[in-house]
C-alpha cells in the first residue's frame, strides 16, 4: 500500500503536526483511497458510510449460512490484531474483539497497563511500537486525547506500519461508535438518510457520541436536528458552529416531550457524571430527560429510539420490548459495522459476497 | 431452534417462575428435544448422559488424529462463545475455554467484572444482554444465586436468544462438573454405572459437587452410598430427603476405614472453609477424612479416588501414581465432557465420527 | 516420543536432578533428536541454532502470501498452548502468543494467577498439572527460580507430558530471548557469525541476556567480546570463567567510545534496577553507557546497535532512524525465533517450506 505522494514528502514533526486541520490530515491517514488509519468521524464521506453500510449488510447476510461464515472468516485469517485498551471498556473491546473473529483475525489483547513495560520506564511510544511488531493492526482505545492518532502517525514513519483503529481516544474521538449510530439510522429507516428529523437528548455537552453523530450528519440532506438536555449540559459552541456553516437547521430546548411527536430518531444519553469536576451532576434534575413507556403512544410508529448504552435509568426497561427500541440492535449494529471497517482497509470488502 | 410450545405461551414473569420446581422449567430451557440452556444437573437424564458419554468418547478418539482433530473444530467454527466469569475459577475456565477452542468456537473472556460497564451504573441485566449482542453462547459463572438461570430466562424473551451454560452459580447448581464426574466414573467402570457402591467424604454439607452427584445417582440401579464426614458437615436433608424419595440407600458414618473396602469409588473433597461464617473449619480435625498412601492396600483392586480439585492435604501426593488415582484423568475428562455438551447443544453431536 | 533410554531408566528425585550439571539434564529434556522442553540456553548447539534460523527465515517467506500463512497455520491447528506467565512481561507474552497463532495454535493464558486455585490452597504443582490437563503445550514465566524447570520435571513423569518452553524463570534462564538475539545477529551478518567482536554495555551483571549471549558465543568461531559497564555491575565470574575455559577472548572495560569502533555489533542494555537490594543502582553514574546520536560516525558501517528492550535513556531516540539500529527488528525476530522454535519442537519444522 503506498500513502499518498504528497504527505510522504512532508512529513512534518508531531507538533507541527498535531494542530493541522483534520480535513488536512485525512489524506496522511489513507492509502490506495482507503482509510488505512481510522482516527476521526470526518473520515466518513457519504459514499465511503454507504459502501461500510453495503458491506456490513452483506456480511451480516453472508454469515448466516455456515458456508458463508467460513469463508468470511478466511478472509483475513493471515492477519493478527491487537487491541490495546488502556481504558476500561469491555462493551467496545467485545465489539471489535468479535468483528475481528468474524474476519477471521487472530487477536492478543492488553487491556491492563500495568502489567506492560510501561512499569519499566518505557515511553508508551516504545511501547505501542514494540507490540506492533507482532502484529497487522492496532485497535486502540486510550484516555490521553491524541494518543491514539499520535500512534498512527508514529507507526506511518517505521519501516512496517500497521493501521491504527481509534477505539475511543480521551474525550475528542470516537469515530465507531459515530458509525455505527449511522448505521442503525442507515437500518432502521431502509436505507434513506436524508429528510430526517433527528431529536438528541440528554448531556449533551459531554457525550461524545452525540457531538460525532452531529458531524456525521452534514453527510445528508434536509436533516435538522432538535437537542434536549438540561441548561447545564447543553450541546457545545462548536458543534453548533459546525451546523452553522453546514447550513443543517437546529433547535436547542428543554421540552422533550414538545419535540418528540416529530422525532423520526430519538438519541437517548447518560448523564456522564465521570467527567464531573465538583460533583456539578448532583445538581441536576435530570428525569425529564427520560424516555418512559407513556412516551411510545407520543411518538411516530415509525420513529425510533436509539442509546449507546449503558444506560441507567434514562429509559425504562419495559420500553426495550417496543419495536421502535432499536438499541439492542444497535449494539449488534456496532460490531458489524466495524467488522466492515476492518474489512475495507485490508481491501477485502468485495471479496465477502 | 423453536422452544417447546406450551412454555413459550405462557412466559410468567421471573418472580414467579424463579419458584417452581426444577422438573417444570425444564422445558423452558430445552428446544428440539435438546438441551439449550444448561443450568441444572437435574437435566441430565440417563440417556442424555449416556449420550453425552458416548460422544464426548467419540471427541477424544477422532481428534487424536490430525485430521480429526480439525474435521472437530471445524464443526463449530462460525460460532462465537463469551466466558463471563464474575468469580475467580481458573480451572472452569481454562475447562470450558479449551472445549470451545476443540470444536472451533471463537471465544470471548469476560472475567473482572470490574472493567465492565457495570461501573457505569448499568443493571448486570443488561450487561449480560449487551454481550450477548456478539455471541452465539454464553458460558457463566456468577456467585449470586440463580443470576446464572436469569440470564437464560431474559435471554429466552429476547428476538435474539443465545444459548447459556451454567459454569457454577452460586452455592446452588454446578452442572458440568456433575457432568464431568459421572463421566469419570462411566469410563472407570467401563461404562457400567448400575450396582456401585459409591463413597463421599469429607464436607459433604457445603461441597457443590457431592451434592450434584448424588443427585444424578438417581439414573443409576443399585447404587449405594457412603457418606463419610465430620458430623459438622454432614450431607444435608434436602439430599437425603431425595435419596430416600428415589429408594437409594445410604449411610452415613465417619468411620472411613470401615467403609472403604467395599467402595467402587471414593469420591474425595476439601474443606470448604472459604464459606466459614465465624472460622467453624479451624476447629474440625479434618485429618481421618484424608486418604493416604496406607489406604492403596485397603480399597478395591477396581476402586477409583476422585477429586474435584483443587486439593490440599485430603488426598497424599504419593497417590497420584496409583492408577486407581483418577483425578487427573478427571480435570481432563472435564473439557471433554463439556465439549460434547455444547456439541450436542448446537446439534453437531452426530457429526463427529 | 520417546525420551532417552539412559533418563527415563534412571527418574531421580528432584532434590537430587536439579543440582546437576545442565549437560546432564539435556537428554531428559529432549525426545527423537529434537528438544522436547525448552529450559536453557545451553540446548543451543550450533546446529540447532543454525536449524532454526533457517525455519524462522522459511517461516517469514511462506507468510508472506495469504496461501503461505494459512498453510503455515494449519501446521499445529490441532494444538493448544497455555501461556502461564506468573510474572509481568508483556513483551514476551506478546511474542509467544503471536508465534502460536503464526502456527495455528490456540492459546489460553494465565497472567494473574491470584485468580487462580492457589488461593484454595493448591501446590503449585497441582495447578500446573491442572492446566496442563487441557493443553498440549506449556509456556511459562515465573518468577522462582528452578521452577519452569521443575514444571517440566513434573510433566515428565507424569502419563500425560506436554512440552514445557521456559519464557523467563526468575534470574536464571530465558533461552529464548538468547535464540532471538543470536538469530539477530545472525540476520544482521548475512548468517555469517563467526570472526566478529560483539561488544555488551552496561548492566552486566544483573542483565539475564547479556549473561545467555555470552553462554551461546562458544558456538561460534574466533569471536571476541567486550563487556563495558560502571564497576558496580561487571560481568560476573561465573561467566568469564566460562569463556576462559573456551578460549573466548574478552576485554572489561569502562570505555565505550574506545572499543565501538572495532565492533561488529553493539549490545546495549538497561540498568536492571527492579533487582536493586537498598537502592545501589542510584549511586551509579549510567550515562557513559548511553549510545547517542554523534556514536552513529564513530561505528563501522556494518556495526549493528541491539536492545532487548524495554530501553530508557541508554539509546537516543534519534539513533532508531538509522539502519544499523536493529532494535525494533530484533523484537519482531523473536515472535519467528519462537515459532520456530514451537515448530522444531512438535516436528513440523520440514513442513513449512
Known amino acids: 500500500m503506498k500513502r499518498t505522494q504528497e504527505m510522504t514528502s512532508v512529513q512534518p514533526d508531531w507538533e507541527n503536526f498535531l494542530p493541522r486541520p483534520i480535513s488536512d490530515k485525512i489524506p496522511f491517514f489513507s492509502r490506495d483511497g482507503r482509510v488505512y488509519d481510522c482516527l476521526f468521524a470526518q473520515q466518513f464521506s457519504r459514499d465511503l458510510l454507504a459502501h461500510l453500510f453495503r458491506t456490513a449488510d452483506a456480511l451480516r447476510e453472508v454469515t448466516q449460512k455456515k458456508g458463508g461464515a467460513d469463508h468470511v472468516s478466511s478472509l483475513l485469517s493471515d492477519k493478527r490484531a491487537m487491541l490495546y485498551f488502556a481504558q476500561p471498556s469491555t462493551r467496545t473491546f467485545m465489539s471489535f474483539l468479535n468483528a475481528c473473529h468474524i474476519?477471521?483475525?487472530?487477536?492478543?489483547?492488553?487491556r491492563d497497563t500495568s502489567t506492560s513495560s510501561e512499569v519499566k520506564g518505557e515511553t508508551p511510544e516504545d511501547t505501542v511500537r514494540t507490540f506492533s511488531s507482532y502484529v497487522d493492526m492496532i485497535i486502540m482505545r486510550h484516555p490521553t486525547p491524541g494518543f491514539v492518532e499520535?500512534?498512527?502517525?508514529?507507526?506511518?514513519?517505521?519501516?512496517?506500519?500497521?493501521?491504527?483503529?481509534?477505539?475511543?481516544?480521551?474525550?475528542d474521538q470516537h469515530p465507531t461508535q459515530a458509525l455505527l449510530d449511522t448505521y442503525t439510522l442507515y437500518r432502521s429507516f431502509n436505507g434513506e438518510l436524508d429528510n430526517k428529523h433527528i431529536v438528541m437528548v440528554g448531556d449533551l455537552k459531554r457525550g461524545r457520541t452525540v457531538r460525532s453523530l452531529s458531524y456525521l450528519m452534514k453527510n445528508y440532506k434536509n436533516i435538522s436536528l432538535s437537542f434536549v438536555s438540561p441548561k447545564e449540559f447543553?450541546?457545545?459552541?462548536?458543534?453548533?458552529?459546525?451546523?452553522?456553516?453546514?447550513?443543517?437547521?437546529?433547535?436547542?430546548?428543554?421540552?422533550?416531550?414538545?419535540?418528540?411527536?416529530?422525532?423520526?430518531?430519538?438519541?437517548?444519553t447518560r448523564i456522564q457524571d465521570e467527567h464531573d469536576k465538583a460533583g456539578e451532576s448532583k445538581g441536576v434534575d435530570y428525569s425529564p430527560f427520560?424516555?418512559?413507556?407513556?412516551?411510545?403512544?407520543?411518538?411516530?410508529?415509525?420513529?425510533?429510539?436509539?442509546?449507546?448504552?449503558?444506560?441507567?435509568?434514562?429509559?425504562?426497561?419495559?420500553?426495550?420490548?417496543?419495536p421502535r427500541a432499536v438499541f439492542w440492535r444497535q449494539e449488534r449494529n456496532g460490531m458489524w459495522a466495524r467488522a466492515a471497517l476492518m474489512a475495507h482497509i485490508f481491501g477485502v470488502d468485495e471479496k465477502i459476497a
Request: glycine share 8%; charged share 30%; proline share 5%.
Open 103 to 110: 474476519l477471521g483475525m487472530k487477536t492478543s489483547e492488553i
Open 234 to 268: 447543553r450541546m457545545e459552541a462548536d458543534i453548533l458552529d459546525f451546523l452553522k456553516r453546514h447550513g443543517i437547521p437546529y433547535q436547542e430546548t428543554e421540552d422533550f416531550a414538545g419535540v418528540m411527536r416529530t422525532a423520526d430518531a430519538i438519541y437517548m
Open 150 to 171: 499520535k500512534t498512527a502517525w508514529l507507526m506511518n514513519r517505521t519501516g512496517r506500519p500497521v493501521p491504527v483503529v481509534n477505539g475511543g481516544s480521551g474525550k
Open 290 to 322: 427520560y424516555f418512559r413507556q407513556e412516551h411510545l403512544k407520543q411518538i411516530k410508529k415509525t420513529c425510533v429510539i436509539l442509546h449507546p448504552l449503558p444506560r441507567r435509568h434514562e429509559i425504562e426497561v419495559s420500553v426495550d420490548d417496543d
